[in-house]
């Protein structure tokens, strides 16, 4: 039962980011970035540590300062409007609750700030705490909540404001993963009631393909891909792309006609996506589960089973190519270790380089 | 309305000073209510009409205070110090003549200073570091290699003392300066002649000087020491008082000075504070030796070469 | 863009300007100054001598027995002997002479301005009952100047010292290349930079474990423990230093009852008992880092298989280090401008507090040039140190403080155990010169001694003295914490938060200063800005409020800054996303979160500010007579009755105390409240 309202006040807006460019100092943290984020939609910057998505977001809640380009809600540029006049909500990694004040007062701060009426601040205050179920603690202290509960009232804090605008930064990263999971589809079902635009910043790749209408993978300061999750999961424009999102493999070697040739001489006919001209293609990426274990005549491929890790739904084996080239592959059954089994690859898609390596 | 008239009796408290209104006499003092105590009392009840307010501090804290104060002086007097600190900072103050001067033992041709008291500065053992049969009983067994052993010999620096630079420069005088910097070689210099006079008194160094009053008071209490006035030749130090130029008070202030030197202010002085006059013809406490009878050091070598002297010295 | 803030940053760097920088440029200036040089000649007969111990810049060339040739740089001056005590001295230009007195007078040319002074031996007139020195009673010859074609001729008292002092002084570093080259003053330093290293490593290591312990562990005493180490944070003044003298001195009571062969005096004894005078500092500031620290990150070390010392080492020591840097830092710089401790606990030992002392306020007249000198020495080590303390602060990420808090565990028996022993060794040492002075407090004084009579008559004299001045104590002291509470905080989150290019170091470095100026010297400031002039202060209760505000202003903005590095920016962001303009943000959402900090830095303030006793006496005058003025008037000479002064400073320590006490257990109910 909520007497929340949900109907919006304020409809929710586009974000567009022309030419971003971000500097501290001598780093260039973000590198002429563009993107538009849709009305109403839950937009994920994904990326691994460094790339720039943070800074992104707190560029676009105006904590930082854009060395070029500009950012436009609704068509209105916001360069010069202050933070505190941009009327965004704003959930920080680490809550940010301030601990000298009850649940109450820091959700209520929001609306004091707006000089609403005490008795709609009590109103409002109390429907949004209902909302992320936190009614019975609303005159506790931060200090005595759990960390999902301070989670929950972040969350409130940012949203009684009516932002037509939700930032999100790592809101769930502090948190155990079970606790993850339902929270992050609570968050998913609340932005989607309220209907407003919230942009969700996370270095968890299934975090993001769970929860995402559409998502940019970043890299080192720039966007390397958008597109909904099952673009990026899918079609990843870039080995690095493909080797964030979820599990990679890839196999080192060229295309000759309409083959994939490996660096050791086997050739693969398979079908071949090609994300660059033929003749610059350095490597071949297929997804672990693509991947089938056969040792009739269609298998392409031979290893030796080297590790399996047991995952519950599936295993996951690595297999040892010959020349020393290692596949991960994902199976419903067991494989027994030193094993010796063939393999038949699908399909593939080249790229010009390598991923970056990963530590 | 009565918060504010309030308020701004308040604020005007806060900014004032002392209001100087006629029949008052600011002193800058280097001594505590021990000395000035019994003469201030005499005083007030003589002069009812004048209001004396003591303002207590190290002499040469007071000194650089007047200095600072200079543009716009606060003191109309100071009270305590060494007759060098006085011809140091001579530009500060002005002339007054007590009329018995003539009976004065020290007095300044400019009378920027009068002498308040004196006292000779025997040398003191620590009675608990020394036993008797090594008492000294002349300035040149100071140099005695047995001091070393027995807890030492503590001398005030005389770039931080008028103590120190009287005792120096006499002994420089009347026993040469080979026995002067073999003297000056041998001691721990103090930062100040307190820290001389208590070092003896808690046993930190066996041997000092002192100003006799001193010393004969801690004797009287039993405490650990022993003067002795050296046969061969000792020091005398002048304690004085002077008059600031342009305090606010000039004509209240010269009675207060007037009265210091008066025989009844002397008199105080001896009997009370138990110090020795500088005039002649008031007597010494009972306890002290006649001043004519000792063999005295007079100050020879000015203070700047004292000074030089003894930090070469001390630093070879 | 208005930034309200840059506006107030600007208004605070003018003010500490005009309050600080200004009144002490004369120093720095003073320090580039160099003299003009002097030298001595002593005349007898008709021989004429340099004295060579007394030369300064000035070398003679050449000395006949009838005349000396000095040279300084360029400029070479000779003096011949006259007959009839007349000395002739060859000046160019037209000199102008002036006479200050019977042996003083002014010399003044192009290249000169002497001020000449002779001495004759001093004469002592015995009068009616003695005989003089020589037997007669003459009066000294006076010191006169007559111009003369090609110089001066000066006619003296026999047997004369005449020594000429070069009053024109040109900018030079020549005092900074003296003061380092000179044996005397550079063991001032070393001693210095012994006392104040030694001093805070073993403060620190004392210090940072009592307050770790006091911050995870839930003790019967805790409260008491820290409320009493509030207290020792403060000692009574003067007597303070002295009680360590009268129990472990050469013939103090403890070493006569151990009859050892033992003194505290020396560089062993002012270290031991500046640790005991500086850990308070470093465990005020650390507590306060540790109970703010978020128990997730022990916790997680600990998860990680760390064990309860690893976490302590690894985790809650590095995130706490603003904490205990800070600190340390205001440990080390108490010490590094202690005076009292090396004057009282040392016979000869120098330090730079002490040189300065006795350079600037010697009685018998100091060399200003080399108190200076060294005053610009300290305060360039005293900015290394601040650096040091900024480098090591920036090189810090900010440790996080979240909402949980961390609940006290029940301590082990080791750990009560240790905690116990530390409590009473630390509070035990702190205490040492409260009980001697309260002890000695009941006891007869008589001539600067205490005796072991037990009497009530010093709390009888004690009502004889001045007691308006704890209204003088407590209205300045209460008017300065007020100012450094509200100026404290806003300047520490200037420093942190706004770091401004310009402002906000500046803003740090001037503020600091204070705390390395000697209160003697901080006082002269005042007296040479606010006696004259538009603003006239001198003498006034906002002269000593004013100079206890911005002297004890460090410690609200350094204890301020501490807590400030600890909240993480997005709690400030988050009020920031929410429409709180930045001024609202801070009243709103930073201070309250500073309260802790705030309120160990107003303590310390005005526990520092009413035992305030250097700057004071230069700058209070009655009626505005503060009490530790009133005590120091008892103790102002070896005879003095210091049973008043003990008395009194009992009395001064119950005022302190008893509402600090209630202050504290207020705070701890609140955070009681809170949990």
Known sequence: MTNFDTRRASEPVSVEMSSVAVRFGELLALKSVDLTVRPGELFTLLGPSGCGKTTLLRSIAGFNCLAEGHIRFNGRNVDQLQPWNRNIGFVFQNYALWPTKTIFENVAYGLRMRKVPRDEIVRRVAGVLDLVELGEVASQYPGQLSGGMQQRAALARAVVIDPPLLLLDEPLSNLDAKLRVTLRRGIREMLVRLGLTAIYVTHDQEEALDISDRIAVMNRGRVAQVGTPREIYDQPDSSFVADFVGKANFIEGRVVGKSFVTRTGTRLDVPLRLACEASNVRCAFIRPEDIEIRSDARSQLRGTVEGTSYFGSFFQHRIALEGGQKLFVQTRTHLDLGRVTGMQIPHLTGYPELPPSQD | MKNLTRAITLAASILSTTSLHAGEVVVYAAHGDDVTGAILDAFRARHTDIDVTLVVGKTGDMFQRIKAEAGNPAADMMWGGSIQSYEVFADLFAPFENENEASMAFVDPDHKWQAFTVFAQPLMVNTDLVDEANYPSTVAEVLDRKWDDLGGVVLADPNDSGTGHTIVSGLAGGMGWDFTTELIKRVRPTPGSDPMFTAVRDGEAALGWVNEDLGAKWEAEGLPVKMIYPTDGLTVQVDAYGLVAGGPNPEDARKLMAFIGSTEGQILAVEVVKRRSPRSNVPPPGELPALASLPLFPEVEPRSVIKAKFTDIRSQ | ?675
């Not at chain 3, 062993?268 to 005991?276: E, T």
Request: hydrophobic share 50%.
């Open chain 3, 1 to 675: 863009m208005t930034d309200i803030w840059k506006w107030f940053a600007t208004f605070c760097l003018v003010g500490a300007t005009l309050l600080i920088v200004v009144p002490q440029a004369w120093i720095v200036a003073a320090s580039f100054r160099q003299a003009g040089g002097q030298f001595t000649l002593h005349r007898d007969a008709d021989r004429l001598e340099v004295v060579r111990a007394d030369l300064k810049r000035f070398g003679p060339v050449a000395e006949t027995t009838g005349a000396a040739r000095l040279l300084r740089d360029e400029d070479e001056l000779t003096l011949t002997v006259l007959p009839n005590q007349r000395l002739s001295i060859d000046l160019e230009g037209t000199p102008f002479v002036e006479s200050l007195g019977t042996n003083r007078l002014r010399i003044v040319n192009g290249g000169f301005d002497f001020r000449v002074e002779q001495q004759a031996v001093r004469r002592i007139h015995l009068g009616a009952f003695a005989q003089s020195t020589d037997g007669s009673r003459k009066t000294v010859q006076p010191l006169v100047a007559k111009v003369v074609p090609g110089g001066v001729v000066i006619s003296h008292a026999e047997t004369a010292y005449l020594t000429f002092v070069d009053g024109r002084t040109n900018w030079s570093i020549q005092n900074f290349r003296g003061f380092l080259s000179t044996s005397h003053y550079m063991e001032a330093v070393r001693n210095s930079i012994v006392i104040t290293v030694a001093a805070t490593s073993v403060a620190t290591l004392l210090a940072v474990p009592l307050a770790w312990l006091l911050a995870r562990y839930t003790f019967p005493y805790r409260t008491l423990v820290v409320t009493m180490v509030t207290m020792a944070s403060v000692s009574p003044p003067f007597l303070g230093a002295y009680s360590w003298r009268m129990l472990l001195g050469s013939s103090g009571i403890i070493t006569n009852v151990l009859g050892m062969e033992w003194s505290i005096l020396g560089l062993h004894g002012v270290i031991w008992v500046v640790v005991w005078l500086i850990y308070p500092l470093i465990f005020l500031t650390t507590l306060d880092s540790f109970s703010g620290l978020d128990p997730t990150l022990r916790e997680s070390a600990q998860s990680l298989g760390a064990s309860r010392l690893r976490a302590f080492l690894n985790v809650e020591i590095p995130s706490c280090l603003p904490g205990i840097i800070t600190g340390a830092y205001l440990a080390a710089l108490t010490a590094f401008s202690d005076f009292g401790t090396p004057f009282i606990i040392s016979l000869d030992l120098t330090v730079l507090p002490t040189l300065i002392y006795s350079e600037f306020l010697s009685e018998v007249g100091g060399d200003p040039s080399v108190a200076s000198t060294a005053s610009v020495v300290m305060l360039a080590l005293a900015t290394g140190l601040l650096t040091l303390q900024r480098l090591l602060l920036v090189a810090r990420s900010f440790a996080s403080v979240t909402s949980r808090q961390s609940f006290l565990e029940r301590p082990s028996v080791p750990v009560r155990t240790l905690a116990a022993f530390l409590s009473v060794l630390m509070l035990g040492m702190a205490f040492v010169p409260h009980v001697t002075v309260g002890v000695t407090s009941f006891l007869e004084w008589r001539v600067g001694t205490v005796t072991g009579n037990f009497t009530l008559q010093n709390y009888a004299g004690m009502f004889r003295t001045e007691l308006a001045s704890i209204f003088v104590s407590l209205s300045t002291a209460g008017a300065a914490t007020a100012l450094s509470l509200l100026f404290g905080t806003s300047i520490a989150y200037i420093i942190v938060r706004k770091r401004y290019r310009i402002l906000s170091p500046a803003l740090n470095a001037v503020v600091m200063l204070p705390l390395i100026i000697p209160g003697t010297v901080f006082a002269i400031g005042y007296i040479l800005v606010f006696n004259d002039g538009p603003i006239i202060l001198t003498g006034t209760w906002l002269i000593l409020t004013l100079a206890y505000f911005i002297r004890k202003l460090p410690f609200a903005v350094k204890t301020s800054e501490a807590v400030l590095y600890q909240i993480h920016p997005a709690m400030e962001e988050a009020a920031v996303s929410l429409g709180a303009t930045p001024d609202k943000v801070f009243r709103q959402i930073v201070v309250p979160m500073m309260v802790a900090g705030a309120v160990t830095g107003s303590t310390l303030v005005f526990l520092r500010s009413v035992t305030e006793l250097s700057a004071t006496i230069l700058l209070f005058r009655p009626p505005w007579r503060p009490m530790s003025a009133v005590i120091f008037e008892q103790t102002i000479s070896p005879g003095s009755n210091f049973g008043v002064a003990a008395a009194l400073s009992v009395l001064m320590m119950a005022i302190l105390y008893v509402p600090l006490f209630l202050l504290t257990r207020r705070r701890q109910k609140l955070e009681v409240a809170q949990l």
